[in-house]
């Protein structure tokens, strides 16, 4: 079974420039997650969304945003970037359900490598 | 909200012993979970284990176990018999709070290198 996937790997970008990031879950999850991870620092979370809805949101600009499709991929939109947004952004899927307390485990992508420069 | 400490930023170890990484955490809930999660330079984060707060017995997956002290707010990894490929970034990392959205809350990371 394919894991969680990212895409695109690595992305160069300027200052002002618009970024969307893609991401598919493993099969059978619903449950999206986006973290942001810059260097030497733990992933921040950033956004989980279930079933197309927003479920939590981290502290982070409304220059972030995302949506979930129908088939429960997701995108990560970053506008008007600045260099301190330059960092591994990682999606993780996930069986959990919002709001049901359990701890289910995250499975994580390899990551979006964005520059900006 | 939780808060996940790791406070040693890099570890050396001889391929083929024991080696134990810290994590501390502090959180007002009654309900949580604690992750460990190891990251190699690809950048992917690779589940290792997990312990919830209710369990009594430490987790153990393989070569992995977690030292899990409630009273102390502890959960330290222990990696037994290590090999080269265990060079990696380790994570601890908590999840808890009664919110719709519980998402990770992850400390710092740990650099480990094993030494042949």
């Known amino acids: 079974d394919a894991g969680v996937t990212q895409s695109p790997t690595h992305l160069i970008k300027t200052r002002g420039q618009h970024v969307t990031l893609r991401c598919s879950p493993i099969s059978g999850h619903k449950s999206v997650s986006w973290y942001q991870q810059v260097l030497g620092q733990g992933p921040q979370f950033i956004f989980q969304?279930?079933?197309?809805?927003?479920?939590g949101r981290g502290n982070f600009p409304d220059r972030f945003s995302a949506r979930q499709f129908p088939n429960y991929s997701s995108e990560l939109n970053v506008n008007a970037l600045l260099l301190g947004d330059s960092a591994l952004y990682l999606c993780?899927?996930?069986?959990?359900?919002?709001?049901?307390?359990?701890?289910?485990?995250?499975?994580f992508g390899s990551g979006t490598q964005l520059s900006v420069l | 909200a939780q808060k996940i400490t790791q406070t040693q930023p890099g570890m050396f170890v001889q391929e083929k012993e024991a080696v134990t990484l810290d994590c501390t955490y502090d959180t007002s809930d009654q309900s949580y979970g604690l992750f460990w999660y190891k990251q190699p330079s690809s950048g992917e984060m690779i589940f290792l284990i997990y312990q919830g707060s209710y369990d009594e017995q430490n987790a153990t997956e393989g070569r992995y176990s977690l030292n899990f002290q409630k009273a102390r707010k502890s959960a330290n990894l222990v990696i037994s018999a290590s090999q080269l490929g265990d060079s990696a970034m380790y994570f601890c990392?908590?999840?808890?709070?009664?919110?719709?959205?519980?998402?990770?809350?992850f400390g710092s990371g740990t650099q480990l290198t094993v030494l042949p």
């Open positions: 969304y279930y079933e197309k809805e927003e479920r």
């Open positions: 993780a899927s996930s069986s959990e359900v919002p709001g049901a307390r359990t701890n289910e485990k995250l499975f």
């Open positions: 990392a908590g999840k808890g709070g009664s919110g719709s959205a519980r998402q990770l809350t």
